[in-house]
């Protein structure tokens, strides 16, 4: 299995929208609807922020929002602040009963 | 509320197994709707997902690192582990344990990370 194929830097300013891609394969993205996204702060652990394609879990803003389309899963972030200023992980089923992660976007809020 | 923390040797020599173990807290690590994983991230790169085992004792692992692995469950202790055999430089990281499942089915709750550097 390959890793999901995420850019290594997205900026944005903010009150601005941004969206993160997550590209795969037929074999995993393309299956189901099972990526999820995380969200990592410098020697912290990664949070859940999407599960499921497009569900957010207890306590995530509304301002995180999930899709899919073929093969490729994205991240909107509405409403940009300053705490969005992070790392980003996809991370999807990957066929086999194993999980991929994406490489990681870093989000800059400019 | 459920907490997870990684304990283990800080560094491990290169050839040698790296063994590390998770303690949970707060919630059974029997329940049937939970497994249990570890996941790892090299210093300034990105997450790998490394196993998991669910409470009947069944595992999944990476099949990139497979041959390497093998995550163990004590119930007793309310602990798993993980064991990596072999390990080179390239296994340096901060090893993550994190519980999947219930309500979220993805890994949801997760460790602080401990760093696990090979070096002789």
């Known amino acids: 299995q390959s890793a999901l194929t995420q850019p290594a830097s997205v900026s944005g300013s903010p009150g601005q929208s941004i969206t993160l891609s997550c590209t795969g394969t037929s074999s995993d993205v393309g299956i189901l609807n099972v990526v999820s996204w995380f969200q990592q702060y410098p020697g912290k652990a990664p949070k859940l922020m999407i599960y499921?394609?497009?569900k957010r879990p207890s306590g995530v803003s509304d301002r995180f929002s999930g899709s899919k389309s073929g093969n490729t899963a994205s991240l909107t972030i509405s409403g940009l602040q300053a705490e969005d200023e992070a790392d980003y992980y996809c991370c999807s089923y990957a066929g086999s009963t194993t999980w991929v992660f994406g490489g990681g976007t870093e989000l800059t809020v400019l | 509320q459920v907490q997870l923390q990684e304990s283990g040797p800080g560094q491990v020599k290169p050839s040698q197994t790296l063994s590390l173990t998770c303690s949970v807290s707060?919630?059974?690590?029997?329940?049937?709707?939970?497994?249990w994983n570890w996941i790892r991230q090299p210093a300034g790169k990105g997450l790998e997902w490394i196993g998991r085992i669910y409470s009947t004792g069944r595992t999944d692992y990476n099949p990139s690192l497979r041959s390497r692995v093998a995550i163990l469950l004590d119930t007793s202790k309310s602990q798993f582990s993980l064991e990596l055999s072999s390990v080179t430089a390239g296994d340096t990281a901060i090893y993550y344990c994190a519980r999947g499942g219930s309500p979220y089915y993805v890994m949801n709750v997760w460790g602080q990370g401990t760093t696990v550097t090979v070096s002789s």
């Open positions: 707060g919630g059974s690590i029997s329940s049937g709707s939970y497994y």
């Open positions: 499921d394609g497009s």
